[in-house]
């Protein structure tokens, strides 16, 4: 079995730079959940603020099931990834121009962020921020799996 990340690590992990996946029941006959990269803001005890605009699917199926999952990765070996699913706690429409401020900074550097912001500020008015409580976790980490399998394979250094 995968171990488990701990509490502050999970959550220090889902605080870091990743883009997330979000996932929404799309309630359509025979479909999969609708799965997405999004960029995303979370702080160790806070929620997890997602953007978006308010005319898309995404939006409207957030808005339908009135929760959602974000899963998280590191893609470098020892493979680790965080999933939350929550509740959505809040929607403010339009989208909250600090958060959206804020999001973009952590994504990008100071000058591409300002860039960004500029060539886009017409979605302030088309936007919508979404805020999850997360509720449950699945983590895993395989620097612990796999250090673990070191181990195993390390000769017997008394033979």
Not at 51 to 59: F, L, P
Not at 63 to 86: H, I, K, M, N, T
Not at 110 to 123: F, G, H, I, V
């Amino acid at each position: 079995m995968v171990p488990a990340m701990p509490d502050e690590e999970r959550r220090l992990f889902l605080a870091g730079l990743h883009v997330g996946v979000l996932g929404i029941t799309d309630p359509g006959d025979d479909r999969a959940p609708l799965l997405v990269p999004v960029w995303y803001r979370y702080e160790p005890g806070g929620e997890v603020v997602v953007q978006t605009g308010r005319d898309t699917v995404k939006a409207r199926l957030l808005r339908a099931a009135g929760r959602f999952s974000l899963c998280v990765q590191d893609e470098q070996p020892p493979y680790r990834y965080v999933s939350v699913e929550g509740p959505i706690t809040s929607v403010t429409d339009p989208a909250d121009p600090d958060e959206r401020e804020t999001i973009a900074h952590r994504y990008l550097d100071p000058e591409e962020a300002r860039a960004y912001l500029k060539s886009t500020a017409d979605q302030l008015v088309d936007d919508i921020t979404f805020r999850m409580r997360p509720q449950r976790w699945r983590t895993a980490n395989f620097a612990a799996f796999a250090a673990e399998f070191a181990e195993a394979d390390r000769p017997d250094r008394d033979g």
